[in-house]
């Protein structure tokens, strides 16, 4: 058997191709001890057949055989180790690799906090501040308005969607078949059309006094249903619809300081529109600058010698 030593792994340290290689030397470690295990056997049934020429032959080969196994297992020992190495260094490679891309995405996130989040911050407030004035200057106009001139709404209005109330859009009078029992609905618009009037059947039954036209119709259940033609108010309508509203941005709105101890961009409030231009006229509250400290003497009771013995 060549020796299994030179098929080591050479530059290769992935822990993939040395797990391949792994798998591949204990399929030879099994066949190896196989081999010492025939060796072995031959030997032991020539001992007493074969002369000390043969036997030291087939001792010989047995010797070789347990030389394969022990170069084998050298090699399963070397490349397990290489396997646990190799596994831990690309657990530490990975582990790297997410440090320094969440470290890039930090940084990254950090920079675009600084620049962007305060222009974002100044334009939602020159936002807020043509609300404010808009607002103030409608509350004023329609406060006193011009000879037939309608309110004004806010510039905010159309963020909410008022609810629609029930509305006729047309009206007729139409003849239609209703129940002889109940007479103040009309039955199914499919059953309308199946309808056989009758005139054998007996007249003056209408709810009103009126003689009117009778007839039968078969319901889908397969019975009969008596009817008479009755005149009704049709109306084409469109039925009530819910709406939906928001809050003002002003008492929705919050954007907190960039840094910790600044002045808010805004907070929410239910301000009247001059009090939200007076508090967006403000000047900012700068970063305040991190206090000074110095070095003070603190004191405590050093402990006795009797005190210290006793610990």
């Excluded at 090699?75 to 396997?83: R, S």
């Excluded at 029930?166 to 109940?182: C, N, R, T, Y």
């Excluded at 119709?217 to 309508?237: A, D, M, N, Q, Y």
């Excluded at 900012?284 to 210290?308: F, G, I, S, W």
Aim: proline share 6%; aromatic share 4%.
């Amino acid at each position: 058997m060549a020796n299994p030593l030179k098929r080591l792994l050479g530059t290769s340290t992935s822990s993939a191709d040395i797990a391949t290689a792994l798998d591949k030397a204990r399929a030879e470690f099994a066949v190896a001890e196989a081999a010492v295990q025939a060796a072995e056997k031959s030997y032991d049934d020539g001992l007493l057949e074969l002369d000390k020429a043969a036997l030291r032959k087939l001792l010989d080969a047995a010797a070789e055989a347990k030389i394969d196994v022990d170069q084998i297992k050298a090699k399963i020992t070397k490349l397990e180790g290489q396997l646990e190495k190799a596994l831990a260094s690309e657990s530490e490679d990975a582990r790297r690799e997410r440090y320094n891309r969440a470290r890039e995405l930090s940084d990254a996130a950090r920079k675009k906090l600084h620049r962007d989040y305060p222009k974002a911050c100044d334009g939602l407030r020159e936002i807020l501040k043509a609300i404010a004035e808009a607002e103030a200057a409608v509350a004023e106009s329609n406060g006193d308005l011009p000879d037939g001139a309608s309110r004004l709404e806010g510039p905010e209005a159309d963020r909410s969607t008022p609810a629609l109330w029930k509305e006729v859009v047309s009206e007729d009078v139409v003849d239609l078949w209703a129940g002889v029992g109940s007479q103040s609905t009309p039955i199914d618009a499919g059953l309308q059309r199946q309808v056989h009037p009758d005139a054998r059947l007996r007249r003056g039954v209408a709810d009103n006094g009126e003689e009117a036209l009778c007839g039968r119709v078969t319901t889908e259940g397969g019975g009969t249903l008596e009817v008479v033609k009755r005149k009704f108010i049709r109306r084409l309508v469109l039925p009530d619809a819910g709406g939906f509203s928001v809050a003002s941005l002003a008492s929705e709105l919050n954007l907190p300081p960039l840094y910790a101890g600044a002045a808010p961009y805004w907070e929410p409030s239910t301000h009247t529109p001059a009090r939200a231009l007076a508090e967006l006229e403000k000047p900012m509250r700068p970063r305040p600058e991190q206090q000074k400290r110095e070095p003070v003497y603190e004191y405590a009771l050093a402990p006795t010698r009797r005190e210290n013995i006793d610990e």
